[in-house]
């Protein structure tokens, strides 16, 4: 039961299980138990469920039902398609394509960022340390907060084989020139000797139920989605352009049953596939409701921050020449003691975090660093993540419960 005393924005960590998701995946278990592999009618039931959330995802991303492959998760989803990217490299360059390395060596080369997800960064570290890629780390802009398109182009090489950045960045908001990045990769001549193609993937989690969506927009060859990101449960898909047609590659990680058309083996997860599917069908029906009621609060709280702590405010997403996402504000209260983990600790009522999830707590979010907030700044940052039924009443309830927060720590209490 929900505890009616907090007021939780928290939601780029994770957010609820929407109430029409949870009835369709419990009559999923409960109607559609079959395996979905089975001909008779239990099996068939539970086929026709799957079939139908894998059109509602693709609905929702403007993409083919066949361009999408259930996973258990965002992890499995970017770790396939990295590692996809690398055998590809290998089956694709049957001579050697040498990069800026060891010339000896034949690696694939992959270009990112330091803000990524642990799910593609841990993973890029895995490829680099296991000599199976080399890696471009391209640094954000401390004008925008972003990344730029020309720092992307620099970092091409020979032997690049994808490009991979976050949508929309899960501390900042600050949301990704993803489609400019795609279409200027994607528009290089590749010369003899070099890689033909360089794939384009994005994390859309923090992106989806936020934004539009958009893979045919946004020009990418990969796409990660994450339910628990937008009111869905704990599982993933990925989009991969064309896949039936011999367009974007995808290799299974994992070897079993022909399942999810051989990419992706293991008896299917019928409830959760189908919780996802309504998810998605939620935000395809009312993605200009939620986006809006977020944005509104979201400004209203900015406002209210403003007015209660005149003059001690940085603001560490909002920099010129970006967009953000509706939801997100982070922000730091200016004072030696008012460190975000001290003043959260502090707040009776609030539920929120100074970054990212998967991070630690207590140190400077290395991408505010990065995207040049002064240490000292950055310590105090709070990530105030609201969901599409935060109110202004919620924000109200906050903004007092953060001006107790602070007085209580300046006077020592």
């Given at each position: 039961?929900?505890?009616?005393?907090?007021?939780?924005?928290?939601?780029?960590?994770?957010?609820?299980?929407e109430p029409e998701v949870i009835e369709s995946i419990q009559d999923a278990l409960k109607n559609a138990w079959g395996n979905p592999s089975s001909s008779h009618h239990a099996g068939?039931?539970?086929?026709?469920?799957?079939?139908?959330?894998?059109?509602?995802?693709?609905?929702?991303?403007?993409?083919?039902?066949?361009?999408?492959?259930?996973?258990?998760?965002?992890?499995?989803?970017?770790?396939?398609?990295?590692?996809?990217?690398?055998?590809?490299?290998?089956?694709?360059?049957?001579?050697?394509?040498?990069?800026?390395?060891?010339?000896?060596?034949?690696?694939?080369?992959?270009?990112?960022?330091?803000?990524?997800?642990?799910?593609?960064?841990?993973?890029?570290?895995?490829?680099?340390?296991?000599?199976?890629?080399?890696?471009?780390?391209?640094?954000?802009?401390?004008?925008?907060?972003?990344?730029?398109?020309?720092?992307?182009?620099?970092?091409?090489?020979?032997?690049?084989?994808?490009?991979?950045?976050?949508?929309?960045?899960?501390?900042?908001?600050?949301?990704?020139?993803?489609?400019?990045?795609?279409?200027?990769?994607?528009?290089?001549?590749?010369?003899?000797?070099?890689?033909?193609?360089?794939?384009?993937?994005?994390?859309?989690?923090?992106?989806?139920?936020?934004?539009?969506?958009?893979?045919?927009e946004l020009a990418v060859d990969y796409l990660t989605v994450v339910g628990h990101k937008f009111y869905g449960p704990r599982i993933g898909a990925v989009y991969a352009r064309d896949?039936?047609?011999?367009?974007?590659?995808?290799?299974?990680?994992?070897?079993?049953?022909?399942?999810?058309?051989?990419?992706?083996?293991?008896?299917?997860?019928?409830?959760?596939?189908?919780g996802l599917g309504k998810a998605c069908e939620l935000v395809y029906s009312n993605l200009e409701k939620y986006q809006q009621q977020m944005n509104e609060c979201r400004d209203y709280?900015?406002?209210?921050?403003?007015?209660?702590?005149?003059?001690?405010?940085?603001?560490?997403?909002?920099?010129?020449?970006?967009?953000?996402?509706?939801?997100?504000?982070?922000?730091?209260?200016?004072?030696?003691?008012?460190?975000?983990?001290?003043?959260?600790?502090?707040?009776?009522?609030?539920?929120?975090?100074?970054?990212?999830?998967?991070?630690?707590?207590?140190?400077?979010?290395?991408?505010?660093?990065?995207?040049?907030?002064?240490?000292?700044?950055?310590?105090?940052?709070?990530?105030?993540?609201?969901?599409?039924?935060?109110?202004?009443?919620?924000?109200?309830?906050?903004?007092?419960?953060?001006?107790?927060?602070?007085?209580?720590?300046?006077?020592?209490?």
């Amino acid at each position: 039961m929900e505890d009616l005393n907090v007021v939780y924005l928290d939601y780029n960590a994770t957010t609820p299980v929407e109430p029409e998701v949870i009835e369709s995946i419990q009559d999923a278990l409960k109607n559609a138990w079959g395996n979905p592999s089975s001909s008779h009618h239990a099996g068939r039931r539970a086929k026709i469920l799957i079939d139908k959330a894998r059109e509602d995802v693709a609905k929702m991303l403007g993409a083919r039902s066949s361009d999408i492959v259930f996973t258990s998760g965002g992890t499995e989803a970017d770790n396939m398609i990295l590692q996809t990217a690398v055998d590809y490299f290998h089956k694709m360059c049957k001579t050697p394509v040498n990069g800026s390395g060891d010339q000896n060596k034949h690696l694939p080369h992959i270009i990112s960022s330091h803000m990524e997800h642990p799910a593609v960064n841990v993973m890029l570290q895995h490829l680099e340390s296991t000599d199976q890629a080399e890696i471009s780390y391209v640094p954000l802009s401390k004008v925008t907060g972003r990344l730029e398109v020309k720092d992307v182009l620099e970092a091409v090489r020979s032997n690049t084989i994808m490009v991979t950045v976050m949508l929309a960045n899960n501390e900042t908001g600050i949301i990704q020139p993803v489609k400019a990045i795609s279409e200027a990769v994607k528009s290089l001549i590749r010369q003899p000797g070099e890689t033909e193609r360089i794939l384009v993937h994005t994390d859309a989690a923090q992106a989806i139920g936020k934004i539009p969506v958009d893979v045919d927009e946004l020009a990418v060859d990969y796409l990660t989605v994450v339910g628990h990101k937008f009111y869905g449960p704990r599982i993933g898909a990925v989009y991969a352009r064309d896949l039936e047609t011999q367009g974007a590659p995808l290799y299974p990680m994992l070897f079993g049953g022909g399942q999810e058309r051989n990419y992706r083996p293991g008896t299917e997860n019928t409830g959760m596939i189908v919780g996802l599917g309504k998810a998605c069908e939620l935000v395809y029906s009312n993605l200009e409701k939620y986006q809006q009621q977020m944005n509104e609060c979201r400004d209203y709280l900015e406002a209210k921050l403003q007015e209660t702590f005149a003059g001690r405010l940085h603001f560490n997403g909002k920099l010129p020449g970006n967009t953000r996402l509706p939801n997100t504000c982070n922000v730091s209260i200016l004072g030696d003691k008012l460190q975000g983990h001290t003043v959260l600790s502090a707040c009776k009522r609030l539920q929120a975090s100074v970054g990212a999830a998967c991070h630690a707590q207590n140190r400077p979010s290395a991408i505010l660093l990065a995207t040049g907030v002064p240490e000292n700044i950055a310590r105090n940052a709070l990530r105030l993540s609201l969901g599409r039924y935060t109110s202004k009443e919620d924000i109200d309830v906050v903004i007092e419960d953060l001006k107790q927060a602070v007085m209580s720590i300046e006077n020592n209490e």
